[in-house]
């Protein structure tokens, strides 16, 4: 997969949702302090490392950053909420 550099524009109070083909799925919300922020929900296949920033806010630094490295990554996609099915049971999130 290719890197991809610009921000993404969050829809939802909650965050948005990038969802990749090795099961990763990343919450991303934009702070009051304006910072954005980047939150594991589920952890998949690829290896994940997680940069996670201090709480002020300065021009250099400014978001939290994540890179997933595997043969698993072939595609992500971008939503604003999931579903999850536990012991016969879907949980819309």
Request: glycine fraction near 10%; charge should be positive.
């Amino acid at each position: 997969m290719g890197s991809r550099r610009s921000s993404p524009s969050v829809t939802t109070r909650g965050g948005d949702l990038l969802a990749f083909s090795d099961g990763t799925l990343l919450r991303i919300t934009y702070t009051a302090a304006g910072i954005w922020r980047i939150t594991p929900v589920v952890t998949g296949t690829a290896a994940l490392h997680w940069d996670h920033i201090a709480d002020e806010n300065d021009e250099a630094n400014y978001t939290d950053r994540v890179s997933l490295v595997g043969p698993s990554l072939a595609w992500v996609a971008h939503g604003t909420g999931h579903a999850v099915r536990r012991k016969g049971t879907t949980v819309v999130h």
